[in-house]
Protein backbone atom coordinates (compact mmCIF):
# COMPACT_ATOMS: atom_id res chain seq x y z
CA UNK A 1 0.00 0.00 0.00
CA UNK A 2 1.56 3.08 -1.23
CA UNK A 3 1.45 6.60 1.36
CA UNK A 4 -0.88 7.76 -1.40
CA UNK A 5 -3.68 5.00 -0.64
CA UNK A 6 -3.22 4.97 3.37
CA UNK A 7 -6.73 5.25 3.67
CA UNK A 8 -9.22 3.81 0.79
CA UNK A 9 -13.39 3.31 0.76
CA UNK A 10 -13.69 1.10 -2.41
CA UNK A 11 -17.77 0.67 -3.47
CA UNK A 12 -18.92 1.35 0.49
CA UNK A 13 -22.84 1.81 0.59
CA UNK A 14 -25.22 2.55 3.29
CA UNK A 15 -29.33 2.07 3.41
CA UNK A 16 -31.27 3.57 6.24
CA UNK A 17 -35.38 2.99 5.85
CA UNK A 18 -36.33 4.63 2.54
CA UNK A 19 -33.38 6.29 1.61
CA UNK A 20 -29.45 5.27 0.51
CA UNK A 21 -27.20 7.68 2.90
CA UNK A 22 -23.82 6.50 1.30
CA UNK A 23 -24.01 5.06 -2.53
CA UNK A 24 -21.03 3.09 -3.59
CA UNK A 25 -18.64 5.58 -2.47
CA UNK A 26 -14.60 5.15 -3.29
CA UNK A 27 -12.17 7.68 -1.96
CA UNK A 28 -8.53 7.08 -1.60
CA UNK A 29 -6.48 9.14 1.01
CA UNK A 30 -2.88 9.84 1.94
CA UNK A 31 -1.18 9.32 5.15
CA UNK A 32 -0.83 12.31 7.33
CA UNK A 33 -2.82 14.72 5.32
CA UNK A 34 -6.43 16.48 5.87
CA UNK A 35 -9.36 15.33 3.71
CA UNK A 36 -12.42 17.08 3.61
CA UNK A 37 -15.98 15.33 3.28
CA UNK A 38 -18.32 18.11 1.91
CA UNK A 39 -21.47 18.62 0.61
CA UNK A 40 -24.98 19.41 1.47
CA UNK A 41 -27.23 18.05 4.42
CA UNK A 42 -28.11 14.40 3.48
CA UNK A 43 -25.29 13.91 1.08
CA UNK A 44 -23.61 11.36 3.48
CA UNK A 45 -20.58 12.71 4.53
CA UNK A 46 -21.40 12.12 8.27
CA UNK A 47 -22.42 8.60 7.72
CA UNK A 48 -19.73 7.78 5.47
CA UNK A 49 -17.45 9.44 9.08
CA UNK A 50 -19.17 7.12 11.19
CA UNK A 51 -19.04 4.25 8.74
CA UNK A 52 -15.08 4.64 9.29
CA UNK A 53 -15.73 4.96 13.29
CA UNK A 54 -17.33 1.92 13.50
CA UNK A 55 -20.38 3.83 15.00
CA UNK A 56 -22.56 2.76 11.34
CA UNK A 57 -21.92 -0.85 9.23
CA UNK A 58 -21.91 -0.35 5.80
CA UNK A 59 -23.97 -2.64 4.08
CA UNK A 60 -21.43 -3.20 0.97
CA UNK A 61 -18.55 -2.26 0.40
CA UNK A 62 -14.73 -2.39 1.75
CA UNK A 63 -12.78 -0.35 3.97
CA UNK A 64 -8.78 -0.46 3.95
CA UNK A 65 -6.30 1.38 5.96
CA UNK A 66 -2.90 0.70 5.47
CA UNK A 67 -3.27 -2.20 3.08
CA UNK A 68 -5.54 -4.23 5.40
CA UNK A 69 -9.06 -4.42 5.16
CA UNK A 70 -11.23 -4.17 7.91
CA UNK A 71 -14.82 -4.38 8.65
CA UNK A 72 -15.72 -2.67 12.72
CA UNK A 73 -18.74 -4.01 14.31
CA UNK A 74 -18.81 -1.34 16.49
CA UNK A 75 -16.77 1.96 17.47
CA UNK A 76 -14.69 -0.15 20.11
CA UNK A 77 -13.31 -2.02 17.08
CA UNK A 78 -12.48 0.37 15.47
CA UNK A 79 -10.96 2.59 18.83
CA UNK A 80 -8.62 -0.96 18.39
CA UNK A 81 -7.65 -0.41 14.70
CA UNK A 82 -6.35 2.90 15.71
CA UNK A 83 -9.46 5.48 14.50
CA UNK A 84 -11.14 8.13 16.51
CA UNK A 85 -13.76 10.35 16.09
CA UNK A 86 -14.89 14.22 17.55
CA UNK A 87 -18.66 14.49 17.08
CA UNK A 88 -20.41 17.59 16.52
CA UNK A 89 -22.59 16.73 19.82
CA UNK A 90 -19.69 15.44 22.54
CA UNK A 91 -20.54 12.53 23.71
CA UNK A 92 -18.79 12.04 27.57
CA UNK A 93 -19.41 11.11 31.07
CA UNK A 94 -20.02 14.91 32.14
CA UNK A 95 -20.71 14.06 35.69
CA UNK A 96 -16.82 12.09 35.79
CA UNK A 97 -13.51 13.80 36.16
CA UNK A 98 -11.49 14.60 32.92
CA UNK A 99 -9.07 11.85 33.91
CA UNK A 100 -11.72 9.73 34.73
CA UNK A 101 -12.71 10.26 30.72
CA UNK A 102 -9.77 9.79 29.65
CA UNK A 103 -9.03 6.97 30.92
CA UNK A 104 -12.49 4.90 30.87
CA UNK A 105 -11.63 2.05 29.19
CA UNK A 106 -8.90 1.18 31.43
CA UNK A 107 -10.93 1.41 34.97
CA UNK A 108 -12.18 -1.24 36.57
CA UNK A 109 -15.57 -2.83 35.22
CA UNK A 110 -16.02 -4.18 38.88
CA UNK A 111 -15.97 -2.62 42.43
CA UNK A 112 -11.92 -1.96 42.95
CA UNK A 113 -9.68 1.03 44.62
CA UNK A 114 -8.66 3.38 41.52
CA UNK A 115 -4.82 4.61 41.98
CA UNK A 116 -5.76 8.14 41.38
CA UNK A 117 -2.03 9.53 41.41
CA UNK A 118 -1.60 6.88 38.54
CA UNK A 119 -4.85 8.13 37.02
CA UNK A 120 -4.13 11.92 36.96
CA UNK A 121 -0.23 10.96 36.12
CA UNK A 122 -1.68 9.00 33.05
CA UNK A 123 -4.27 11.51 32.10
CA UNK A 124 -1.73 14.39 32.10
CA UNK A 125 0.54 12.75 29.37
CA UNK A 126 -2.06 12.05 27.02
CA UNK A 127 -3.42 15.49 27.74
CA UNK A 128 0.52 16.73 27.31
CA UNK A 129 0.56 14.58 23.71
CA UNK A 130 -1.38 17.06 21.86
CA UNK A 131 -0.52 20.72 23.71
CA UNK A 132 -3.41 20.32 26.41
CA UNK A 133 -1.59 20.65 29.69
CA UNK A 134 -3.36 23.32 30.87
CA UNK A 135 -6.83 21.60 31.81
CA UNK A 136 -7.01 20.46 35.32
CA UNK A 137 -7.53 16.61 34.79
CA UNK A 138 -9.14 16.24 38.54
CA UNK A 139 -11.79 18.63 37.60
CA UNK A 140 -15.68 17.43 36.12
CA UNK A 141 -15.51 17.07 32.85
CA UNK A 142 -18.89 18.92 32.44
CA UNK A 143 -17.44 21.97 33.90
CA UNK A 144 -15.13 22.38 31.25
CA UNK A 145 -15.38 25.09 28.18
CA UNK A 146 -17.13 23.04 24.40
CA UNK A 147 -13.40 23.64 23.49
CA UNK A 148 -11.36 21.92 26.19
CA UNK A 149 -14.12 19.00 26.53
CA UNK A 150 -13.12 18.43 21.94
CA UNK A 151 -9.38 18.79 23.32
CA UNK A 152 -10.32 15.97 25.90
CA UNK A 153 -11.57 13.98 22.88
CA UNK A 154 -8.43 14.11 20.60
CA UNK A 155 -6.13 13.46 23.61
CA UNK A 156 -8.32 10.66 24.24
CA UNK A 157 -7.74 9.43 20.69
CA UNK A 158 -4.21 10.42 20.10
CA UNK A 159 -3.28 8.82 23.85
CA UNK A 160 -4.50 5.46 22.73
CA UNK A 161 -2.23 5.57 19.22
CA UNK A 162 -5.00 6.57 16.83
CA UNK A 163 -3.62 6.65 12.98
CA UNK A 164 -6.90 8.46 12.17
CA UNK A 165 -9.23 11.01 13.05
CA UNK A 166 -12.57 12.03 12.10
CA UNK A 167 -13.78 15.70 12.57
CA UNK A 168 -17.48 16.06 12.30
CA UNK A 169 -18.07 19.73 12.22
CA UNK A 170 -15.65 20.33 15.27
CA UNK A 171 -16.29 23.84 15.00
CA UNK A 172 -19.76 24.00 15.00
CA UNK A 173 -19.86 25.25 19.18
CA UNK A 174 -15.91 27.04 19.11
CA UNK A 175 -15.39 30.70 19.11
CA UNK A 176 -12.66 32.22 16.39
CA UNK A 177 -9.82 32.11 18.99
CA UNK A 178 -10.52 28.70 20.14
CA UNK A 179 -10.94 27.34 16.34
CA UNK A 180 -7.66 28.60 15.30
CA UNK A 181 -6.34 26.92 18.54
CA UNK A 182 -7.94 23.96 16.92
CA UNK A 183 -6.65 24.74 13.40
CA UNK A 184 -2.74 24.49 14.58
CA UNK A 185 -3.45 20.93 16.39
CA UNK A 186 -4.65 19.85 13.47
CA UNK A 187 -1.83 20.90 11.80
CA UNK A 188 0.25 19.12 14.71
CA UNK A 189 -1.04 16.03 14.01
CA UNK A 190 -0.50 15.77 10.48
CA UNK A 191 2.91 16.17 10.47
CA UNK A 192 3.00 13.39 13.45
CA UNK A 193 1.03 11.16 9.91
CA UNK A 194 -2.43 11.17 11.89
CA UNK A 195 -4.77 11.14 8.74
CA UNK A 196 -7.46 13.92 9.63
CA UNK A 197 -11.07 13.53 7.89
CA UNK A 198 -12.24 16.62 8.23
CA UNK A 199 -16.27 16.84 7.84
CA UNK A 200 -17.55 20.71 8.03
CA UNK A 201 -19.69 23.43 6.39
CA UNK A 202 -17.08 26.15 6.26
CA UNK A 203 -15.38 27.02 3.45
CA UNK A 204 -12.67 29.21 4.77
CA UNK A 205 -11.67 26.22 7.42
CA UNK A 206 -11.55 23.78 4.44
CA UNK A 207 -9.45 25.83 2.46
CA UNK A 208 -7.51 26.57 5.49
CA UNK A 209 -6.63 23.22 6.80
CA UNK A 210 -7.06 20.36 4.29
CA UNK A 211 -5.42 19.09 1.60
CA UNK A 212 -7.99 17.34 -0.40
CA UNK A 213 -11.88 17.26 -0.80
CA UNK A 214 -14.39 14.96 -1.92
CA UNK A 215 -17.76 16.32 -2.54
CA UNK A 216 -20.58 14.41 -2.18
CA UNK A 217 -23.96 14.57 -3.61
CA UNK A 218 -26.87 12.13 -2.51
CA UNK A 219 -24.40 9.92 -1.20
CA UNK A 220 -22.33 9.54 -4.53
CA UNK A 221 -19.31 10.92 -4.96
CA UNK A 222 -19.48 13.93 -7.19
CA UNK A 223 -15.27 14.07 -7.17
CA UNK A 224 -12.21 14.55 -5.22
CA UNK A 225 -9.72 17.37 -6.26
CA UNK A 226 -6.57 18.84 -4.64
CA UNK A 227 -7.55 21.61 -2.58
CA UNK A 228 -4.37 23.69 -4.42
CA UNK A 229 -6.56 22.56 -7.78
CA UNK A 230 -10.06 24.28 -6.77
CA UNK A 231 -11.23 27.33 -6.40
CA UNK A 232 -14.72 28.02 -3.47
CA UNK A 233 -16.67 28.93 -6.26
CA UNK A 234 -16.15 25.75 -8.34
CA UNK A 235 -16.61 23.69 -4.94
CA UNK A 236 -19.60 25.40 -4.53
CA UNK A 237 -21.03 24.63 -7.94
CA UNK A 238 -20.27 20.89 -7.33
CA UNK A 239 -22.02 20.72 -4.52
CA UNK A 240 -25.39 22.17 -5.25
CA UNK A 241 -25.20 21.01 -8.98
CA UNK A 242 -25.06 24.88 -10.12
CA UNK A 243 -23.14 28.22 -10.59
CA UNK A 244 -22.31 29.88 -7.52
CA UNK A 245 -23.94 33.13 -9.49
CA UNK A 246 -27.32 30.80 -8.46
CA UNK A 247 -26.29 30.80 -4.32
CA UNK A 248 -27.83 34.34 -3.64
CA UNK A 249 -31.38 35.46 -5.48
CA UNK A 250 -31.37 37.98 -7.95
CA UNK A 251 -33.91 40.26 -7.23
CA UNK A 252 -33.32 42.37 -4.30
CA UNK A 253 -36.27 44.88 -3.75
CA UNK A 254 -34.58 48.28 -3.39
CA UNK A 255 -39.00 49.92 -3.47
CA UNK A 256 -40.64 49.73 0.24
CA UNK A 257 -44.10 50.09 1.36
CA UNK A 258 -45.41 51.70 4.44
CA UNK A 259 -43.63 51.53 7.97
CA UNK A 260 -44.55 48.46 10.06
CA UNK A 261 -41.97 48.41 12.57
CA UNK A 262 -40.31 51.69 14.06
CA UNK A 263 -37.82 51.56 17.42
CA UNK A 264 -36.86 54.61 19.28
CA UNK A 265 -34.56 55.55 21.92
CA UNK A 266 -34.50 51.56 23.06
CA UNK A 267 -31.96 50.75 25.60
CA UNK A 268 -31.03 47.53 28.09
CA UNK A 269 -28.10 48.26 30.67
CA UNK A 270 -24.61 46.62 29.45
CA UNK A 271 -26.23 45.31 26.59
CA UNK A 272 -27.49 47.87 23.62
CA UNK A 273 -27.81 52.16 24.05
CA UNK A 274 -30.22 54.23 22.53
CA UNK A 275 -31.04 52.30 19.52
CA UNK A 276 -33.67 54.02 16.93
CA UNK A 277 -34.70 52.46 13.49
CA UNK A 278 -37.39 51.62 11.10
CA UNK A 279 -38.20 49.12 9.18
CA UNK A 280 -40.56 48.67 6.14
CA UNK A 281 -43.04 46.51 4.13
CA UNK A 282 -40.87 44.33 1.88
CA UNK A 283 -37.29 45.60 3.30
CA UNK A 284 -34.73 43.30 4.74
CA UNK A 285 -32.75 45.59 7.20
CA UNK A 286 -29.52 43.47 8.06
CA UNK A 287 -28.10 44.18 11.92
CA UNK A 288 -24.10 43.58 11.36
CA UNK A 289 -21.63 43.13 14.27
CA UNK A 290 -19.15 41.32 15.86
CA UNK A 291 -20.50 38.31 18.91
CA UNK A 292 -21.75 40.52 21.85
CA UNK A 293 -22.20 43.72 19.62
CA UNK A 294 -26.00 43.98 21.01
CA UNK A 295 -27.55 42.79 17.69
CA UNK A 296 -29.17 39.70 19.48
CA UNK A 297 -30.31 41.39 22.68
CA UNK A 298 -31.95 43.78 20.69
CA UNK A 299 -33.68 41.29 18.64
CA UNK A 300 -34.70 39.65 22.10
CA UNK A 301 -35.94 42.47 23.62
CA UNK A 302 -37.98 43.98 20.69
CA UNK A 303 -39.62 40.31 21.27
CA UNK A 304 -40.45 40.97 24.76
CA UNK A 305 -37.63 39.10 26.27
CA UNK A 306 -35.39 41.68 28.10
CA UNK A 307 -37.75 43.20 31.35
CA UNK A 308 -35.00 45.73 31.37
CA UNK A 309 -35.17 47.26 27.92
CA UNK A 310 -36.46 50.49 27.81
CA UNK A 311 -37.79 52.73 25.01
CA UNK A 312 -40.74 52.82 22.41
CA UNK A 313 -41.76 50.38 19.67
CA UNK A 314 -44.25 51.11 17.31
CA UNK A 315 -46.25 48.12 15.05
CA UNK A 316 -47.79 49.93 12.11
CA UNK A 317 -47.54 53.51 13.60
CA UNK A 318 -49.01 52.06 17.04
CA UNK A 319 -47.17 51.97 20.22
CA UNK A 320 -46.93 48.42 21.08
CA UNK A 321 -46.30 47.58 24.88
CA UNK A 322 -44.38 44.10 24.52
CA UNK A 323 -43.27 42.96 27.83
CA UNK A 324 -43.36 39.25 26.53
CA UNK A 325 -43.36 36.97 23.33
CA UNK A 326 -47.23 36.51 23.40
CA UNK A 327 -47.78 40.28 23.03
CA UNK A 328 -45.44 40.36 20.30
CA UNK A 329 -46.75 37.91 18.32
CA UNK A 330 -49.67 39.26 18.53
CA UNK A 331 -48.61 42.52 17.68
CA UNK A 332 -47.75 40.84 14.44
CA UNK A 333 -44.00 39.84 15.26
CA UNK A 334 -41.99 36.82 15.16
CA UNK A 335 -38.45 35.85 16.25
CA UNK A 336 -36.80 32.85 14.69
CA UNK A 337 -33.78 32.49 17.22
CA UNK A 338 -30.57 32.14 16.27
CA UNK A 339 -29.87 28.94 18.29
CA UNK A 340 -32.31 26.48 16.74
CA UNK A 341 -31.82 23.41 18.97
CA UNK A 342 -32.27 25.44 22.07
CA UNK A 343 -34.79 27.95 21.69
CA UNK A 344 -36.17 27.29 17.89
CA UNK A 345 -36.98 23.47 18.46
CA UNK A 346 -38.25 20.96 20.91
CA UNK A 347 -36.12 18.11 19.58
CA UNK A 348 -38.20 15.00 21.46
CA UNK A 349 -41.16 16.04 19.09
CA UNK A 350 -41.86 15.13 15.66
CA UNK A 351 -41.83 17.83 12.73
CA UNK A 352 -45.35 18.12 12.22
CA UNK A 353 -45.79 19.25 15.81
CA UNK A 354 -42.88 21.44 15.99
CA UNK A 355 -44.82 23.18 12.87
CA UNK A 356 -47.78 24.09 14.37
CA UNK A 357 -46.38 25.19 18.10
CA UNK A 358 -46.73 29.19 16.65
CA UNK A 359 -50.70 28.43 16.23
CA UNK A 360 -52.12 25.59 18.78
CA UNK A 361 -54.59 28.13 19.90
CA UNK A 362 -55.70 28.20 16.31
CA UNK A 363 -55.65 24.44 15.40
CA UNK A 364 -57.10 23.33 18.78
CA UNK A 365 -60.77 22.70 19.78
CA UNK A 366 -62.57 23.97 22.65
CA UNK A 367 -61.23 21.35 24.74
CA UNK A 368 -57.78 22.08 23.67
CA UNK A 369 -57.17 18.85 21.49
CA UNK A 370 -55.22 19.19 17.91
CA UNK A 371 -57.53 18.86 15.29
CA UNK A 372 -54.97 16.36 13.58
CA UNK A 373 -56.94 17.09 9.57
CA UNK A 374 -55.96 20.67 10.20
CA UNK A 375 -52.25 19.74 11.70
CA UNK A 376 -51.61 17.15 8.47
CA UNK A 377 -52.61 19.95 6.45
CA UNK A 378 -50.25 22.84 8.15
CA UNK A 379 -47.66 20.56 7.94
CA UNK A 380 -47.63 19.60 4.48
CA UNK A 381 -48.11 23.03 3.08
CA UNK A 382 -44.67 24.24 4.66
CA UNK A 383 -43.22 20.72 4.27
CA UNK A 384 -43.76 21.37 0.42
CA UNK A 385 -43.26 25.35 0.65
CA UNK A 386 -39.33 25.00 2.15
CA UNK A 387 -38.57 21.24 0.26
CA UNK A 388 -37.90 19.98 3.96
CA UNK A 389 -36.33 16.38 3.52
CA UNK A 390 -37.79 13.88 5.95
CA UNK A 391 -39.59 10.26 5.62
CA UNK A 392 -42.70 11.73 7.11
CA UNK A 393 -44.02 14.36 9.24
CA UNK A 394 -43.80 11.94 11.62
CA UNK A 395 -39.77 11.99 12.49
CA UNK A 396 -38.60 13.71 15.63
CA UNK A 397 -36.82 17.48 14.64
CA UNK A 398 -33.65 15.68 16.60
CA UNK A 399 -33.01 12.95 14.13
CA UNK A 400 -33.02 15.76 11.28
CA UNK A 401 -29.79 17.59 9.49
CA UNK A 402 -29.36 20.89 10.75
CA UNK A 403 -30.55 22.38 7.54
CA UNK A 404 -33.52 20.83 7.61
CA UNK A 405 -33.96 21.50 11.04
CA UNK A 406 -33.60 25.41 10.60
CA UNK A 407 -36.40 25.03 7.79
CA UNK A 408 -38.44 23.68 10.64
CA UNK A 409 -38.15 26.95 12.30
CA UNK A 410 -38.98 29.30 9.61
CA UNK A 411 -41.75 27.12 8.77
CA UNK A 412 -42.86 27.50 12.62
CA UNK A 413 -42.50 31.25 12.21
CA UNK A 414 -44.82 31.49 8.79
CA UNK A 415 -47.12 29.38 10.21
CA UNK A 416 -47.72 32.14 12.92
CA UNK A 417 -48.25 34.38 9.49
CA UNK A 418 -46.71 37.17 11.50
CA UNK A 419 -46.01 40.40 8.90
CA UNK A 420 -42.82 41.25 10.97
CA UNK A 421 -40.16 38.55 10.87
CA UNK A 422 -36.87 38.93 13.12
CA UNK A 423 -34.35 36.61 11.90
CA UNK A 424 -31.01 35.82 13.80
CA UNK A 425 -28.64 33.82 12.29
CA UNK A 426 -31.05 31.87 9.93
CA UNK A 427 -28.15 29.86 7.79
CA UNK A 428 -25.15 29.02 10.73
CA UNK A 429 -23.95 25.64 10.59
CA UNK A 430 -25.99 24.35 7.50
CA UNK A 431 -24.97 23.14 4.07
CA UNK A 432 -24.62 25.84 1.00
CA UNK A 433 -27.67 24.06 -1.10
CA UNK A 434 -29.59 24.70 2.39
CA UNK A 435 -28.57 28.05 2.70
CA UNK A 436 -29.40 28.78 -1.06
CA UNK A 437 -33.03 27.60 -0.61
CA UNK A 438 -33.20 29.50 2.73
CA UNK A 439 -31.56 32.86 0.95
CA UNK A 440 -34.51 32.08 -1.71
CA UNK A 441 -37.53 32.48 0.80
CA UNK A 442 -36.16 35.38 2.48
CA UNK A 443 -36.22 37.49 -0.70
CA UNK A 444 -39.82 35.65 -1.72
CA UNK A 445 -40.96 36.71 2.03
CA UNK A 446 -39.94 40.21 1.17
CA UNK A 447 -41.23 40.51 -1.62
CA UNK A 448 -44.83 39.00 -0.32
CA UNK A 449 -44.91 42.18 2.14
CA UNK A 450 -42.87 40.57 5.20
CA UNK A 451 -40.83 43.41 6.81
CA UNK A 452 -37.62 41.39 7.67
CA UNK A 453 -34.90 42.29 10.65
CA UNK A 454 -31.86 39.64 9.70
CA UNK A 455 -29.02 39.20 12.04
CA UNK A 456 -25.96 37.50 10.23
CA UNK A 457 -22.45 36.96 11.27
CA UNK A 458 -21.46 36.46 7.33
CA UNK A 459 -20.80 39.36 5.37
CA UNK A 460 -21.76 38.20 1.97
CA UNK A 461 -24.88 36.95 3.35
CA UNK A 462 -25.99 40.56 4.85
CA UNK A 463 -24.32 42.34 2.23
CA UNK A 464 -26.50 40.20 -0.94
CA UNK A 465 -29.71 39.99 1.11
CA UNK A 466 -30.16 43.15 2.69
CA UNK A 467 -31.80 46.59 1.15
CA UNK A 468 -29.99 48.78 4.07
CA UNK A 469 -27.39 47.65 6.88
CA UNK A 470 -26.87 48.91 10.01
CA UNK A 471 -23.70 48.29 11.99
CA UNK A 472 -23.52 47.45 15.18
CA UNK A 473 -20.35 48.23 18.13
CA UNK A 474 -20.74 47.76 21.63
CA UNK A 475 -24.27 47.99 22.15
CA UNK A 476 -24.80 51.27 19.36
CA UNK A 477 -25.05 51.73 16.14
CA UNK A 478 -22.05 53.21 14.39
CA UNK A 479 -23.42 53.44 10.81
CA UNK A 480 -25.57 52.36 8.35
CA UNK A 481 -24.80 51.27 4.28
CA UNK A 482 -27.08 51.19 1.09
CA UNK A 483 -26.51 47.88 -0.37
CA UNK A 484 -25.31 49.77 -3.32
CA UNK A 485 -22.58 51.50 -0.96
CA UNK A 486 -21.69 48.37 1.52
CA UNK A 487 -19.19 46.13 1.27
CA UNK A 488 -17.29 43.87 3.37
CA UNK A 489 -14.48 46.41 4.09
CA UNK A 490 -16.60 48.90 5.02
CA UNK A 491 -18.56 46.68 7.08
CA UNK A 492 -15.46 45.55 8.93
CA UNK A 493 -14.11 48.83 9.43
CA UNK A 494 -17.67 50.24 11.18
CA UNK A 495 -17.73 47.42 13.23
CA UNK A 496 -14.16 47.76 14.56
CA UNK A 497 -15.16 51.43 14.97
CA UNK A 498 -12.03 52.33 12.58
Known amino acids: MTNNHFLRFENVTKRFPGVVAVDNVSIEIARGTCHSLIGENG ?20 IYIDGDEHKFRDAGEAFKAGIGMVHQELEFCEN ?3 AENLCLSELPAKAAIVNKKQLYEKSRQKLKLIGAEHIDVTKNLGLLTVANQQLVQIAEAVGRNARILVFDEPTSSLSQSEAE ?17 YVSHRMPEIFRLCDSVTVLRDGKVVGTKKISEITEDKLVEMMIG ?18 LLRVENFSSPGKFENISFSLHRGQILGLAGL ?22 VFVAGKQADITEPREALNSGIYLVPEDRKRHGLILSMNAAENICLSVLEKISNALRIIRRKELLSLAGKYFKLLKVKAASFWVSALSLSGGNQQKLVLAKALAAECKILIVDEPTRGIDVGAKAEIHSLIDE ?7 ILLISSELPELINLSTNILVFRQGKITGELSRDEASQEKVMRLMAGI
Open 43 to 62: AGKSTLGKILAGIHQPDGGT
Open 291 to 312: VGAGRTELAEAIFGLDKNAKGK
Open 445 to 451: LAGAGKA
Open 96 to 98: MSV
Open 181 to 197: NLFRLIDDLKCKSITCI
Open 242 to 259: RSFEAYFPKHIRKDRGEE
